[in-house]
């Protein structure tokens, strides 16, 4: 039997584009989309592709027309209806670069709604990049199947970010030093998961953040780096409140 060839992929490529998608409408590509289907798929007019926009699903699009650096598509037919994701925040403390890439790819495949970086006290992060994060969070919506992006939001002090949130979004925070177990924790409906920086949350911190309502989980008795931590928790909601039911 013939060797399964590996080229051209079987699934058809997946791209996220930012103008508001319908059936018959045209859109133009950028110049690094145009580039990699052209030139790194080999894809030329014709070919198919899937498109999502972040509100309205999942198109069929085709290449109307193919230039070296320029590329059209028709949009065909919807394909999906936009996905339905619990309303589940991550709030985490920036890390090192790597890390919260890392963070910000695996928490979009795992089916966060919202990212939210927090500044704690011990915080040491490096700048954080709204767009780079956003760039990472659409190539992973494209490569998981997603039909929404994460919203990422700007950084936001911790303080802020527990005083004004929603009374109706319940509030967890991971705490190494002690919590709820997170089987009898987490409950429908709106949630945010907080979790701290590489050196903790200060006991100060713990303070207001249980003043404004919050709940401590605990993850287990093992310390997790943050990026673990947060997924670690983010993957328990979905498996016990979420949409992995
Ligand atoms: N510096 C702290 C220490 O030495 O105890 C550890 C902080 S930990 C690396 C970073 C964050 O991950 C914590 O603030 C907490 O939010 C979360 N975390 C790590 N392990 C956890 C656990 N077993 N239970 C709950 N949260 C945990």
Redesign the pocket.
Known sequence: MPATPAWPPRSLPRLFVSQPLAGGAAVELDAKQANYLGNVLRLGAGAELLVFDGLSGEWLARIAEAGRKRMTLSVERKTREPESIPDIWLAF?PVKRAQTDWLVEKATELGAARLVPVMTQ?TIAERVRLDRLESIAIEAAEQCGRTRVPQIVEPVPLRRFAEDLDPSRHLY???????EPLASSFREGPTAI????????TEEERGFVRGAGAS???????????E???LA?LSAYMALAGDWR
Request: glycine share 18%; no cysteine.
């Open positions: 403390a011990r925070f991971a705490d190494e030093t002690g919590g907080l979790v701290g920086p590489e050196g903790g949350f401590a989980i605990s993850l287990g008795p093992r310390i997790l780096r943050a673990t931590a947060a928790a």
